[in-house]
């Protein structure tokens, strides 16, 4: 089976995206394993974030895969408390979920989990990162092979042709760690990058999160009740209640499960210096206008247009999660 490495700061959209990943895996004839979640500091910190994870994934019934707490700072300054207007105070919307009885993993942290994960699955282990990229630069640091271990990395982070969402230019993920995201986007491996562009204009509406509270299901109601407080933050982004389904769809591009309309390979710079800039990532887009022809040293996969709303494809999913 494939296996897969998630990275994540849980948080609603996050709680969304392990939901999917975990309807994804029970799916037999998909052949997917998630071998190893980690957490990283962004929304919550690593520890609540691992805990959220922990009960989510029980939740769903399991208790086997390995939850790694992974970094509490970001690679310069301190964890600054994470995002309580947008998540909740708990992370996932103020929402109380049974705990679940697994612990996270004793003695190995998140970056030492990945490092040997993709040893022991060389060439074939898929990243996905939803959440601030300090734990993949502490892997690269720790084994600077891991590029040519890993078979690709997918992330949501940044923001290609539209405004950010934390700065003016940047988007929260990379703002919150900016000089780690610049070591993983200067590092040598393919990376798959699900930027704003394509995560805003995706998104539940109230009919979607009906449907999960009416499914019955618990992860799927859980989720429907955490919803209902990200929508109230979204009212002040679009008007209305609603929310971006930032996460989840970066599984869904790593899993192949939404088609991709417009995704050039192009290069890639994030501005980690101390000025309006920082978290900016700077996206090689001049070849629009011709069909973005292939550039030297390019190795991102920016995906700027998916072929369909993505809303029903991750609703269905999470009707059977
Ligand atoms: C990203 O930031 C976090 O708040 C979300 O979970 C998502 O990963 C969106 O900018
Ligand atoms: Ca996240």
């Not at 910190?45 to 399991?62: E, K, M, Q, W, Y």
């Not at 990395?153 to 993920?173: H, Y």
């Not at 995706?202 to 955490?226: C, K």
Request: one cysteine or more.
């Amino acid at each position: 089976r494939v296996p897969y490495y998630l990275d994540c700061d849980t948080g609603i959209d996050d709680a969304l995206a392990v939901a999917y990943l975990l309807a994804a895996a029970a799916d037999e004839s998909n052949g997917i394993e998630i071998v190893g979640i980690g957490s990283v500091s962004g929304n919550v910190s690593a520890s609540v974030g691992a805990h959220n994870t922990l009960d989510l994934i029980a939740l769903s019934g399991r208790d086997d895969i390995p939850v790694a707490v992974g970094a509490h700072d970001p690679q310069v300054g301190s964890f600054r408390g994470g995002a309580p207007h947008v998540h909740g105070a708990n992370g996932i919307g103020d929402v109380a979920i049974a705990k679940s009885v697994s612990s996270v993993v004793d003695g190995e942290s998140a970056e030492q989990m990945l490092v040997r994960l993709a040893h022991e699955h060389e060439g074939e282990l898929r990243v996905i990162a939803i959440g601030p990229l300090t734990n993949i630069a502490a892997a690269l640091r720790l084994d600077p092979a891991l590029p040519g271990l890993v078979k690709e990395l997918t992330l949501m982070g940044g923001a290609a042709n539209v405004p950010g969402n934390i700065t003016p230019v940047a988007e929260a993920n990379i703002a919150n760690d900016a000089d780690a995201a610049a070591e993983v986007f200067a590092a040598d491996w393919f990376i798959t990058m699900v930027p704003l562009d394509v995560t805003m204009p995706n998104v539940f509406l109230e009919h979607h999160r009906e449907a999960l509270i009416e499914s019955g299901r618990p992860v799927a109601v859980a989720l429907g009740h955490m919803l209902d407080y990200y929508f109230e933050f979204y009212v002040g982004v679009y008007g209305h209640r609603a929310s971006a389904l930032h996460d989840p769809l970066a599984v869904a591009v790593a899993l192949g499960e939404v088609g991709l309309k417009t995704a050039p390979v192009v290069r890639v710079l994030v501005d980690h210096t101390d000025g309006p800039g920082r978290g900016q990532t700077i996206c090689d887009l001049r070849g629009m206008y011709n069909g973005f022809p292939e550039q030297s040293g390019a190795h991102a996969r920016v995906v700027l247009e998916l072929d369909d709303d993505f809303a029903p494809t991750l609703l269905a999913k999470l009707l059977t999660a």
